[in-house]
């Protein structure tokens, strides 16, 4: 089916174990997006990507790690998982960004809880 | 800072009544204002986007406003339906020479419950 997807849906990891995260596009788009959502926080970029092999860090990304070696693949790592990376996380893409329809598509969500 | 805020922070209202929510910024230089909706459990999905020149914009039964003036954004709903229940985002872009020239900064949202 085309779309964006992540999985896994919902992790249960413990503190200091390495996580990786799944994003998966199909519309080959140029840029992908990491975000975490919490409570009292609106979505804040952990990382994005403006093609293969091109990431950058966003807001938040310390203690995550993206890679990108095909356009519709985006694997976010937790290298070593704290409790303050208890969160929601989406993947995004979008065709290109800084125009004025440039909409972001967003998947359906990770939510991991670090015990 | 860049900062969007949202009011009310949730609200519930009757089944066929309308409603309007508020989204006030402070984000330059401006490029454009989005509301997303956002189910439980699922990704935000985009409803409209609105650029510094366009002052009002629909899409079915939603239609937002934006008074880039006064940096003030609405988005009213009109006849709710069940369906309508989720939380609702105000994102505003601004340009950027990082974060791939464009940067969002998200409001915390609105909850809207629709009752029958």
């Known amino acids: 089916d085309a779309g964006i997807t992540q999985s896994p849906r919902y992790k249960i990891t413990e503190t200091g174990r390495q996580v990786t995260l799944m994003c998966h596009q199909t519309?080959?788009?140029?840029?992908m997006f990491w975000y975490r959502q919490d409570l009292g926080h609106g979505l804040r970029l952990i990382y994005y990507s403006a093609a293969a092999d091109i990431t950058d860090k966003g807001e938040v990304p310390d203690g995550y790690v993206v890679s990108r070696s095909k356009t519709e693949n985006f694997p976010l790592t937790l290298e070593s998982a704290t409790r303050s990376q208890t969160s929601v996380y989406f993947c995004?893409?979008?065709?290109?960004?800084?125009?004025?329809?440039?909409?972001?598509?967003f998947g359906p969500g990770t939510r991991l809880t670090v015990l | 800072k860049n900062q969007v805020e949202q009011s009310p922070q949730s609200l519930i209202i009757l089944e066929g009544k309308n409603c309007t929510l508020q989204c006030n910024y402070t984000v330059s230089p401006f490029s454009n204002l989005r509301w997303y909706k956002q189910d439980t459990g699922r990704g935000p999905v985009s409803l409209t986007i609105?650029?510094?020149?366009?002052n009002t914009k629909s899409n079915g039964r939603y239609t937002a406003t934006l008074d880039a003036d006064t940096k003030q954004s609405s988005l009213h709903i009109t006849a709710s339906q069940l369906s309508d229940s989720a939380s609702y985002i105000c994102?505003?872009?601004?340009?950027?020479?990082?974060?791939?020239?464009?940067?969002?900064?998200f409001g915390t949202g609105t909850r809207l419950t629709i009752i029958p």
């Open positions: 609105m650029t510094f020149s366009e």
């Open positions: 994102v505003v872009s601004s340009w950027a020479n990082n974060f791939g020239n464009e940067k969002l900064t």
């Open positions: 995004a893409s979008s065709v290109t960004t800084g125009g004025n329809h440039n909409e972001q598509f």
């Open positions: 519309w080959s788009h140029s840029y």
